[in-house]
């Protein structure tokens, strides 16, 4: 996304601290059609099917989703602040926030009522509805997501920008997104609002995705429930083919074997999915008393975390990793071509190459950050038709020797930023009568988690 905005979904996380401080009082009973507020409401707004029950009749109305959106989500964060499941891990979820981020959390406990979001490509929408007489969640929200140019919605009470994304606010709503679609939601110029976003008994978050065959998914449905016995998430996929199925189906078992092994036995089927044809059924349940459940949720949060670490660290790796081995089939390349000149601009004879260092881009090993390369610093390497022009974890180097018979392609990290390095070099060696370049069969690694 751009501009550095956060996805609207980041409001679904802060339910978990909503309830810190006593969360809001119990929700009020729906009216007939599905809405929480007193009063008259809106018609021609749309109800939720029997037995369910929906967003209020007043953030329907300025729900002013992007034409064919593809993810919607709802969430009735007044409902799930008074589960006894919230009430046990808000109180530990707020404590692990940094200082500076608590008293937010606290307005956005006692404000936040329900929230809905719409997305299609970098158009976004999302509506909270809050408590009127509140402002410090706005100020609160706009000042974490950086938006300091003031500006003027028509509607809106006060609004701020930031690159192509607005915030706004009305009396009872908080608007974040394009200002087309934040405009559009203050003028009530509504968009059908999506059945499948309705909760049914314990349910009180749900997202629905509308895909395309270029991504492999047709649709999808997922719901986050809190029940005194159980809690979880259910979901339900539909893809374009049996074999993009077996293929998530593949990746599953791999993440349950590599990033789940360390689940306890008795948690073992906390996760769950199931391939029927092209349609995927995933869960994650954790049964028991909400105090149960609370322990359950807070084992398996520590180890995806841990888990999600080992990822970024690999996934960061894979940079170095693909760049050594294509330094190493370039540097072939250019050994085994006329590349190589003498004063006069002849090619030198094979018998008389040497190989010649590279120096390191960038000057310094980046700590715990990327740094992004300009033209000049790969000036020096345009012999070996190489440059790396997207932000870098590592730092490169191609070291020769003084005889100019071997050579070592070196990429060196610090992804911690503990000062500590890591070390990745492909060896390049002269060999044999006839002077080829060979290079050694593997990376050799040293502290390669550094």
Not at 301 to 323: C, D, F, H, I
Request: a neutral charge; glycine letters at 8%.
């Amino acid at each position: 996304m751009k501009s550095g905005f956060s996805s609207g979904l980041f409001v679904l996380p802060l339910v978990a601290a909503l309830a810190a401080c006593g969360g809001s009082p119990a929700p009020t009973a729906p009216t007939a059609d599905g809405s929480k507020a007193a009063g008259s409401e809106p018609t021609g707004v749309g109800k939720p099917a029997p037995g369910k029950r929906g967003a209020s009749a007043a953030l329907r109305e300025r729900f002013a989703a992007p034409k064919n959106a593809e993810v919607f989500a709802y969430g009735d964060v007044e409902g799930a602040v008074t589960t006894d499941l919230v009430r046990e891990v808000a109180p530990g979820f707020l404590l692990l926030m940094p200082a500076s981020m608590q008293e937010c959390a606290r307005a956005w406990m006692t404000s936040f009522k329900e929230v809905a979001v719409a997305r299609k490509d970098e158009e976004l929408l999302v509506v909270l509805r809050v408590d009127p007489a509140d402002k410090k969640a706005f100020t609160c929200l706009r000042e974490q997501q950086e938006f300091v140019t003031a500006i003027a919605v028509p509607g809106a009470t006060e609004a701020f920008s930031k690159n192509d994304r607005v915030i706004a606010r009305e009396s009872g709503f908080l608007f974040l997104g394009s200002k087309e679609l934040v405009t559009k939601a203050l003028a009530r110029s509504r968009s059908e609002w999506p059945s499948a976003l309705d909760l049914g008994k314990d349910q009180y978050f749900s997202l629905e995705l509308r895909g395309s065959e270029k991504e492999g998914l047709v649709a999808g449905h997922a719901v986050v429930e809190a029940a005194p016995d159980h809690a979880g998430l259910n979901a339900e996929m539909e893809l374009t083919s049996d074999e993009v199925a077996q293929s998530v189906e593949a990746g599953y078992a791999a993440m349950q074997k590599g990033l789940l092994g360390e689940v306890p036995s008795d948690m073992s089927g906390a996760f769950t999915l199931k391939r029927t044809g092209k349609h995927l059924t995933v869960a994650l349940r954790v049964s028991g008393a909400p105090k149960d459940q609370a322990k359950q949720i807070g084992d398996l949060a520590a180890m995806a975390q841990a888990s999600l670490r080992k990822y970024l660290v690999r996934t960061k790796q894979a940079e170095v990793r693909n760049t050594l081995g294509f330094l190493g089939k370039n540097l072939v390349e250019w050994w085994e071509s006329d590349q190589q000149k003498d004063a006069k601009g002849k090619a030198i004879p094979r018998d008389k190459r040497k190989l010649v260092s590279f120096p390191a881009v960038p000057k310094t090993v980046p700590k715990g950050e990327k740094y992004q390369s300009t033209k000049a610093d790969w000036e020096p390497w345009q012999t070996l038709n190489f440059a790396y022009d997207m932000p870098q974890y590592f730092q490169y180097e191609i070291r020769a020797s003084k005889d100019g018979k071997s050579a070592e392609i070196i990429g060196r990290g610090d992804l911690n930023g503990d000062g500590k390095t890591s070390l990745f070099t492909i060896v390049a060696k002269v060999t044999g009568p006839e002077r080829r370049l060979l290079l050694s069969p593997s990376i050799e690694e040293k502290d390669p988690d550094e």
